[in-house]
Every structure is written in C-alpha cells, then in structure tokens.
C-alpha cells in the first residue's frame, strides 16, 4: 500500500516483489462455493515476519455473508455457520515486522463436520529487508 496525498492506494504485489519492515499488506481469500455449505472454517496461517495490525476479533456481515473473524498468534480464522453458493472475498491485513525471507502456507476451506470437504490455496514466499 502506499500513499498518495491523504489517500491510500493498495497495488497488487507481484511474486518476489520485496517488502520493508513496516509496509501493510491486505490479504485476500477469493472463494467460489459451488453449493451451499454449512459450519465451513477458513483459515490463513500469517507467514513468520508479520503481525495483524488488529488484534480484535469479532463477528463481521457483509457480502451476503455472517461470520466470525479470529485472529490468533498463528493467523487468521473465518468461521461461518452458513456458506451460500456464489463468489466472496475475505480480507485482513498484515503488517511487515522483521526482515527476512519466509514461507506464506496455503489457506484453507474446511467444513467442520464432513472434514473431506476441503480446499487449499498456492503457498508462496515473502522477502522483508
């Protein structure tokens, strides 16, 4: 992200493009439900580095869509207790608080109960000088 008067812009980030301590970064977790799913977690490990400029956790509904938001040491989680058919962006930020290259895991889609429902994201790497 990046300023431009007293407005900020967001700008995608190209693979390897490096970052510097103190950079925001908003991540965001397309999903594309086919059918509708009930009691479905979402969760977003944060790549080792970064910190969530928030640390509060809470319920969130918009997009059509209820859910709860939890930000833990780990990462994020998106809990929700119904998942209707169409397409949802998820989004949270990050905030770059060390230097170094580290792993980004893969997200994942998980229905709670059937636990073979799943689905999973590209992992990637993040450069901090």
């Known amino acids: 992200r990046e300023k431009r008067g007293d407005e900020t812009v967001l700008r995608p980030l190209a693979e390897g493009t490096p970052l510097a301590v103190g950079d925001e970064l908003e991540v965001q977790l397309?999903?594309?439900?086919?059918?509708?799913?009930?009691?479905?977690?979402?969760?977003?490990?944060?790549?080792?580095?970064?910190?969530?400029?928030?640390?509060?956790?809470?319920?969130?509904?918009?997009?059509?869509l209820v859910r709860y938001e939890e930000v833990r040491d780990s990462g994020a989680n998106f809990f929700m207790e119904r998942l209707p058919q169409g397409e949802y962006t998820l989004k949270h930020r990050l905030r770059c608080a060390m230097a170094g290259t580290f792993k980004a895991a893969p997200a994942t889609l998980q229905s709670m109960y059937p636990p073979e429902v799943s689905a999973y994201s590209a992992g990637g790497r993040l450069t901090i000088r």
Do not use: M
């Open 30 to 64: 397309s999903i594309r439900a086919r059918h509708p799913a009930e009691y479905v977690q979402v969760r977003d490990p944060r790549p080792a580095g970064c910190e969530p400029p928030t640390l509060t956790s809470g319920y969130k509904w918009d997009l059509g």
